[in-house]
């Protein structure tokens, strides 16, 4: 009975293992990417998104394509090539206050939406340096769609 709990511990610890490792956030290298319903140019194309940079988060993998989710659920295949292996870019989940530098008592810039795409400069002690549309500035990191790391 004893070798059974363990075996299946090691079990569940090895799949919740492989299975986090898989998930990871990328981004659109380009303005027009196919999504396509498996992992072949063989595949219908399922949509297309139109956005360049935009956070996708790869949910599965084979060979060189990544099955991928977007902020609002919708899923498919996309072919490695029309990635970023490191997303360089976050989706504000509520209105947010866009300050000069890294503190609440920082002048404010700009007001961002929910929404907003917000390309990625730097992040450091929850604050993230951005740039979006002709803004720059820091954000708090929190309530945003996308990996800040």
Known sequence: MKKITVWILFLLIFFT????AKEKFLSLKKNEVNVRYGPSLDNPIKYIY??????VKQIDKKENWRRIIDLKNNSGWIHTSQLREKSNSIIVL???ILFKKPSNFSKPI???EL?????IKKCE???CKITTGNYSGWIKADNVWGSIK
């Open 17 to 20: 293992y492989s299975l986090s």
């Open 50 to 55: 139109r956005k360049i940079n935009l956070p």
């Open 94 to 96: 509520k209105d947010k």
């Open 110 to 112: 700009a007001k961002l």
């Open 115 to 119: 929404g907003r795409l917000l390309i």
């Open 125 to 127: 002690n929850n604050w």
